[in-house]
Nanobody
Framework: QVQLVESGGGLVQAGGSLRLSCAAS????????MGWYRQAPGKQRELVAE???????NYADSVKGRFTISRDRAKNTVYLQMNSLKPEDTAVYYC???????????WGQGTQVTVSS
């Protein structure tokens, strides 16, 4: 089992910045993908950004150039630095960990990000 604890959400004005953190504990393996998804009211959950244990990253087109994902492998923590936030970034942000060898996935409890115009 893997437990995920997220932090860093909140309310910010358009153009502002927030940094999300997700710390994983438990049976983490070295081969994993850690990422962030978001779900706005009435919409499906969507990928925001993800980072693999071999260093590759993937971003949604809507956040490229504004968001940066990073990992601290020693702490099993993934971060999402969000700059130039827009009202359309408002959503609940979820951390997700995929253990590649086992094919298992774990989700965090979600953290609310609200961007006011």
């Amino acid at each position: 089992q893997v437990q995920l604890v997220e932090s860093g959400g909140g309310l910010v004005q358009a153009g502002g910045s927030l940094r999300l953190s997700c710390a994983a504990s438990g049976s983490m393996s070295s081969a994993s993908v850690m990422g962030w998804y978001r779900q706005a009211p009435g919409k499906q959950r969507e990928l925001v950004a993800e980072s693999s244990s071999i260093g590759t990253t993937n971003y949604a087109d809507s956040v490229k150039g504004r968001f940066t994902i990073s990992r601290d492998r020693a702490k099993n923590t993934v971060y999402l630095q969000m700059n130039s936030l827009k009202p359309e970034d408002t959503a609940v942000y979820y951390c997700k960990v995929t253990l590649i060898r086992l094919g298992t996935q774990y989700w965090g409890q979600g953290t609310q990000v609200t961007v006011s115009s």
